[in-house]
């Protein structure tokens, strides 16, 4: 292996998850409801799965939306919808769809497992599955005969299913008993709670804090109301950060079940004192005289204290009874925090260029064979910007998801593994460019400038004075075209072409000036000099201006002579005084004289202060597009920086951001699919043209930065 390709050992973080979707069912669909349900308890981290009313035409509540947004899903399946309304709805939520039918074979949505995968081979549960101690034998399921409250509370098989446990011995029951079904939801024994086992957060922002355990009471001729709200709630539960208990339960029959409220004060028992009131006793639709008469009868004070929540470390003591609640306090607000779940381990690896190959223990114990998804993060992935193309070139079977590389992968032992490499970025600048435009190639400034030593412009160009002394040393453009056709009769036309002659045209000799004559400052003005020299950008030389042929001349170093011959007419001269000694010329090399006369060096100013904020940079400063449309354009700057992708322009005058330039600017970014917009100029950049920059930026979904020479160059 070359020495080259080896890029070290990095530290991964893997960690093995479920496949998690959305339930799209028609509103008011009580039997659309209970089938999201049997699905949803059959899928390890099924009970994080919102079910989510669609209208006739497709549209879905704000409410629901959040909903899933907050949720961190896969995918969206159709229950029983239209085939429109559910590719509306999905749309809407940017998840693609499958059918309820198809769950098991298509789309990401089918990388889970039955949670019995997830057991010991002897049905007991690993130590990180339930959070309270077991109440009884078994899982328990509710009859899908039964009210919607248990179904919702317990979870629900199709005949089919349940048959099939039952045929494998299982250890589950399907128990019609209220009672008992509110038990097995306290104690944490239930089919929806079994499929939580192995399964946690593994990172929250804002992390979550404790909250009041959830009481919610349903109403018989409005369940479906409530069972939705509660449901949906109940998915977006913590379950590894900052646990509470939630429980479903019917406000028109609790009161009867004998003993009860010693369950509902063992559930509130034990809990660490980070938290107040102890619960909210909610509902939709149950009437508030009838919520204060159930908590009544279960022990409970209505709290007069303001609500409180803090996580401390270590815990304080639990809380002590008489238990306090509040009444229709809507935990929603504590739930909607970003999330990413999964069990995760830490897995060193030697990683090479061409190809890694990370091998290790999966952190989730299955007991048979299994699908699941695989994310791994790494800081040796952080300069790859997150799009689908960069992925494959990591690893074909692979896509970036929660800032990591994520696989769909099936498990037939703990033993796990998986391939990368790690692509060059030049190599990710190439790609991007040819997955956004039919044709790409550098412009001459471009071209230029990635045949300038990229160490030498950033130990250079962004040190003050050295941009001024190029700019004194650069051969200036010949101008007797223009002035001779300025003398004379002519057209506008003819004077725009001379301009462009003059622009583009003859050159002079190369121009050479001493130290003591470049608009720096004087104290640093050798040093600035001798710099450009050591990185050859730049020579040392004496001059001559020949009594013979009138010709000045720069004499390098390496061709003086003691008898200081003119190059020209080969007469003897004598080189430039300055009191008693020679004076030192310096003149720029031919490639950053030529750059410096094209305005290629800007360019590298806004290249240099990149790499300086994030060594993973790497931007073509110049490039020239084509689109499909064959529409073509030329972008200043255009590659990746820090993980992002971005693009920009480069103006020696604030003034040339015009409005309408922004507009450009920043649509050319949009399309090249840039994540940052870079505006960099020789001159300050107003802070009115900035915030009309961001704004315009803003409404493409782009965030903009701003590259002042006057204020990076220090």
């Given at each position: 292996?070359?020495?080259?390709?080896?890029?070290?050992?990095?530290?991964?973080?893997?960690?093995?998850?479920?496949?998690?979707?959305?339930?799209?069912?028609?509103?008011?669909?009580?039997?659309?409801y209970?089938?999201?349900?049997?699905?949803?308890s059959?899928?390890?981290?099924?009970?994080?799965?919102?079910?989510?009313?669609?209208?006739?035409?497709?549209?879905?509540?704000?409410?629901?939306?959040?909903?899933?947004?907050?949720?961190?899903?896969?995918?969206?399946?159709?229950?029983?919808?239209?085939?429109?309304?559910?590719?509306i709805?999905?749309g809407?939520?940017?998840?693609?769809?499958?059918?309820?039918?198809?769950?098991?074979?298509?789309?990401?949505?089918?990388?889970?497992?039955?949670p019995?995968?997830?057991?010991?081979?002897?049905?007991?549960?690993?130590?990180?599955?339930?959070?309270?101690?077991?109440i009884?034998?078994?899982?328990?399921?509710?009859?899908?005969?039964?009210?919607?409250?248990?179904?919702?509370?317990?979870?629900?098989?199709?005949?089919e299913?349940?048959?099939?446990?039952?045929?494998?011995?299982?250890?589950?029951?399907?128990?019609?008993?209220?009672?008992?079904?509110?038990?097995?939801?306290?104690?944490?024994?239930?089919?929806?709670?079994?499929?939580?086992?192995?399964?946690?957060?593994?990172?929250?922002?804002?992390?979550?804090?404790?909250?009041?355990?959830?009481?919610?009471?349903?109403?018989?001729?409005?369940?479906l109301?409530?069972?939705?709200?509660?449901?949906?709630?109940?998915?977006?539960?913590?379950?590894?950060?900052?646990?509470?208990?939630?429980v479903?339960?019917?406000?028109?029959e609790?009161?009867?079940?004998?003993m009860?409220?010693?369950?509902?004060?063992?559930?509130?028992?034990?809990?660490?004192d980070?938290?107040?009131?102890?619960?909210?006793?909610s509902?939709?639709?149950?009437?508030?005289?009838?919520?204060?008469?159930?908590?009544?009868?279960?022990?409970?004070?209505?709290?007069?204290?303001?609500?409180?929540?803090?996580s401390?470390y270590?815990?304080?003591?639990?809380?002590?009874?008489?238990?306090?609640?509040?009444?229709?306090?809507d935990?929603?607000?504590?739930?909607?925090?970003r999330?990413?779940?999964?069990?995760?381990?830490?897995?060193?690896?030697?990683?090479?260029?061409?190809?890694?190959?990370?091998?290790?223990?999966?952190?989730?114990?299955?007991?048979?064979p299994?699908?699941?998804?695989?994310?791994?993060?790494?800081?040796?992935?952080?300069?790859?910007?997150?799009?689908?193309?960069?992925?494959r070139l990591?690893?074909?079977?692979?896509?970036?998801?929660?800032?990591?590389?994520?696989?769909?992968?099936?498990?037939f032992?703990?033993?796990?593994?998986?391939?990368?490499?790690?692509?060059?970025?030049?190599?990710?600048?190439?790609?991007?460019?040819?997955?956004?435009?039919?044709?790409?190639?550098?412009?001459?400034?471009?071209?230029l400038?990635?045949?300038?030593?990229?160490?030498?412009?950033?130990?250079l160009?962004?040190?003050?004075?050295?941009?001024?002394?190029?700019?004194?040393?650069?051969?200036?453009?010949?101008?007797?075209l223009?002035?001779?056709?300025?003398?004379?009769?002519?057209?506008?036309?003819?004077?725009?072409r001379?301009?462009?002659?003059?622009?583009?045209?003859?050159?002079?000799?190369?121009?050479?000036?001493?130290?003591?004559?470049?608009?720096?400052a004087?104290?640093?003005?050798?040093?600035?000099?001798?710099?450009?020299?050591?990185?050859?950008?730049?020579?040392?030389?004496?001059?001559?201006?020949?009594?013979r042929?009138?010709?000045?001349?720069?004499?390098?170093?390496?061709?003086?002579?003691?008898?200081?011959?003119?190059?020209?007419?080969?007469?003897?001269?004598?080189?430039?005084?300055?009191?008693?000694?020679?004076?030192?010329?310096?003149?720029?090399?031919?490639?950053?004289?030529?750059?410096?006369?094209?305005?290629?060096?800007?360019?590298?100013?806004?290249v240099?202060?990149?790499?300086?904020?994030?060594?993973?940079?790497?931007?073509?400063?110049?490039?020239?597009?084509?689109?499909?449309?064959?529409?073509?354009?030329?972008?200043?700057?255009?590659?990746?920086?820090?993980?992002?992708?971005?693009?920009?322009?480069?103006?020696?005058?604030?003034?040339?951001?015009?409005?309408?330039?922004?507009?450009?600017?920043?649509?050319?970014?949009k399309?090249?699919?840039a994540?940052?917009?870079?505006?960099?100029?020789?001159?300050?950049?107003?802070?009115?043209?900035?915030?009309?920059?961001?704004?315009?930026?803003?409404?493409?979904?782009?965030?903009?930065?701003?590259?002042?020479?006057?204020a990076?160059?220090?």
């Amino acid at each position: 292996m070359p020495e080259s390709d080896y890029l070290g050992q990095e530290d991964f973080l893997v960690s093995v998850l479920p496949a998690r979707v959305a339930y799209l069912i028609r509103s008011n669909s009580r039997s659309g409801y209970i089938r999201a349900v049997q699905e949803a308890s059959t899928r390890w981290g099924g009970v994080t799965e919102p079910i989510v009313p669609v209208r006739s035409d497709g549209r879905i509540n704000p409410a629901w939306r959040q909903i899933v947004e907050f949720a961190n899903l896969d995918g969206a399946v159709n229950v029983d919808l239209s085939v429109e309304a559910a590719r509306i709805a999905a749309g809407t939520l940017a998840l693609p769809l499958t059918q309820i039918a198809r769950i098991d074979a298509d789309g990401a949505g089918r990388f889970t497992c039955h949670p019995r995968a997830l057991e010991a081979t002897d049905g007991s549960v690993p130590p990180f599955g339930a959070a309270w101690e077991a109440i009884g034998a078994g899982w328990t399921y509710a009859d899908d005969g039964q009210d919607l409250w248990a179904i919702t509370a317990a979870g629900c098989l199709t005949p089919e299913t349940a048959q099939a446990l039952r045929d494998v011995g299982d250890p589950s029951a399907i128990v019609q008993n209220p009672g008992q079904i509110a038990l097995a939801q306290i104690g944490s024994r239930t089919g929806l709670s079994r499929t939580e086992l192995q399964f946690r957060e593994r990172w929250a922002s804002p992390p979550p804090f404790p909250m009041p355990s959830l009481i919610w009471l349903c109403d018989r001729r409005t369940a479906l109301t409530d069972c939705l709200s509660f449901w949906n709630r109940r998915a977006l539960r913590s379950l590894g950060f900052a646990r509470s208990p939630m429980v479903v339960l019917p406000a028109y029959e609790v009161d009867t079940w004998p003993m009860f409220a010693q369950h509902i004060q063992a559930m509130l028992a034990g809990r660490p004192d980070e938290f107040s009131p102890d619960a909210y006793i909610s509902s939709r639709r149950v009437d508030e005289d009838r919520l204060r008469a159930l908590a009544d009868s279960w022990g409970l004070i209505e709290s007069t204290m303001p609500t409180r929540a803090q996580s401390k470390y270590p815990p304080p003591a639990p809380r002590l009874p008489p238990f306090s609640f509040l009444l229709n306090k809507d935990p929603r607000a504590g739930l909607l925090w970003r999330r990413r779940y999964g069990v995760s381990t830490n897995v060193a690896a030697q990683v090479f260029r061409k190809r890694t190959t990370i091998r290790f223990d999966s952190p989730v114990t299955f007991n048979g064979p299994s699908l699941f998804k695989l994310n791994t993060n790494s800081e040796v992935f952080r300069p790859l910007p997150r799009r689908d193309s960069i992925a494959r070139l990591v690893s074909p079977s692979a896509h970036w998801r929660d800032d990591g590389l994520e696989y769909y992968l099936q498990s037939f032992s703990t033993r796990c593994q998986v391939e990368f490499r790690i692509p060059s970025l030049d190599e990710v600048v190439s790609t991007l460019l040819g997955g956004t435009t039919s044709a790409w190639s550098p412009s001459d400034k471009g071209r230029l400038g990635q045949g300038i030593d990229s160490i030498a412009a950033d130990q250079l160009l962004l040190r003050p004075g050295v941009l001024e002394a190029i700019e004194d040393l650069r051969t200036r453009r010949s101008t007797q075209l223009l002035k001779e056709l300025e003398r004379r009769k002519h057209t506008k036309e003819e004077l725009d072409r001379a301009r462009f002659v003059s622009e583009f045209g003859g050159r002079l000799e190369r121009q050479s000036q001493a130290a003591k004559d470049l608009h720096v400052a004087k104290d640093q003005s050798v040093e600035i000099a001798e710099a450009l020299v050591a990185v050859d950008w730049a020579e040392r030389g004496y001059r001559l201006t020949c009594e013979r042929c009138s010709v000045t001349s720069f004499v390098d170093l390496e061709h003086v002579t003691p008898t200081a011959n003119c190059p020209g007419c080969r007469s003897q001269q004598s080189y430039v005084r300055s009191d008693d000694s020679l004076t030192v010329y310096y003149r720029l090399s031919t490639l950053i004289d030529l750059a410096s006369d094209q305005g290629v060096l800007p360019h590298l100013v806004a290249v240099a202060a990149l790499r300086r904020e994030a060594a993973a940079t790497d931007v073509i400063p110049g490039v020239n597009v084509q689109f499909a449309d064959s529409t073509q354009e030329e972008v200043d700057l255009f590659g990746v920086h820090d993980g992002k992708v971005v693009a920009g322009e480069v103006k020696t005058s604030a003034a040339d951001f015009t409005p309408r330039q922004l507009n450009r600017d920043i649509s050319l970014s949009k399309r090249l699919g840039a994540d940052l917009h870079v505006m960099a100029c020789v001159e300050a950049i107003p802070e009115a043209t900035a915030a009309q920059a961001s704004e315009i930026a803003s409404k493409s979904g782009l965030a903009v930065k701003i590259l002042d020479f006057t204020a990076i160059r220090v």
